[in-house]
């Protein structure tokens, strides 16, 4: 059975740095084809990808935020981090990250955590 | 970079059929996959590769894709298929990253 699970701050002033914990269960990173991304969501608003790790620990992240993001693992421990810095309110949503396929140059979301709410603000 | 546009609404009756449609360029070079969101919970993916449904997803459920528009298919929608979906793709054209739509709300009359 796969399960995801975010934990980090609820809340962080603007301008700090926020780090997220993605801990998993069900597979693992050493495995071709695995990876991990996270996503996020302000309210009321669409989903959008952040970063992507994968099995042989590349890194991908969204264009429009790469200077502030950091993504890495920890296989033995089944956890995946993202930092993000200078935290804005703009910032504000529910962070959540998904177990992400790779196969033949096809890559989906497959499992997905429940989110993290963080809200930004002073 | 490359987008993907969804229409923001999308309204049909119990018991009829929803198309749900997602535009890129050439979107029918890529693979596209779907994901559904219900009101307050994480996303579930509901089509694959155009029109592999994970396991537990109805039948119901169907997907296409050609030339510059993916589509979705829910046929005899149910009320409790209301939700916000997605499109979702992976460009690999310039700088790799992944794309999603901006969403579609199907309401269920």
């Known amino acids: 059975q796969v399960t995801l699970r975010e934990s980090g701050p609820a809340l962080v002033t603007p301008t700090q740095t926020l780090t997220l914990t993605c801990t998993f269960s069900?597979?693992?990173?050493?495995?071709?084809?695995?990876?991990v991304s996270w996503v996020r969501q302000p309210p009321g608003k669409a989903l959008e990808w952040l970063a992507l790790?994968?099995?042989?620990?590349?890194?991908y992240y969204s264009t429009s935020l790469r200077t502030r993001l950091t993504i890495s693992k920890d296989t033995s421990k089944n956890q995946v981090v993202l930092t993000m810095t200078n935290m804005d309110p703009v910032d504000t949503g529910t962070y959540y990250c998904?177990?992400?396929?790779?196969?033949?140059?096809?890559?989906?979301?497959?499992?997905w955590g429940q989110g993290a709410l963080v809200t930004v603000s002073s | 970079s490359y987008v993907l546009t969804q229409p923001p609404s999308v309204s049909v009756a119990p018991g009829k059929t929803a198309r749900l449609t997602c535009g890129g360029n050439?979107?029918?070079?890529?693979?596209v996959h779907w994901y559904q969101q219900k009101a307050g919970q994480a996303p579930v993916l509901v089509m694959y590769?155009?029109?592999e449904r994970p396991s537990g997803i109805p039948e119901r459920f169907s997907g296409s894709n050609s030339g510059s528009t993916a589509t979705l298919t829910i046929s005899r929608v149910e009320a409790g298929d209301e939700a916000d979906f997605y499109c979702?793709?992976?460009?690999?054209?310039?700088?790799?990253?992944?794309?999603f739509g901006g969403g579609t709300k199907l309401t269920v009359l």
């Open positions: 998904a177990r992400t396929t790779w196969v033949r140059g096809v890559i989906a979301f497959d499992y």
């Open positions: 590769s155009e029109s």
């Open positions: 979702q793709v992976w460009d690999s054209s310039s700088d790799h990253h992944v794309v």
């Open positions: 069900g597979f693992s990173l050493r495995t071709s084809g695995m990876c």
């Open positions: 790790i994968d099995w042989t620990d590349d890194k």
């Open positions: 050439n979107i029918g070079s890529k693979s």
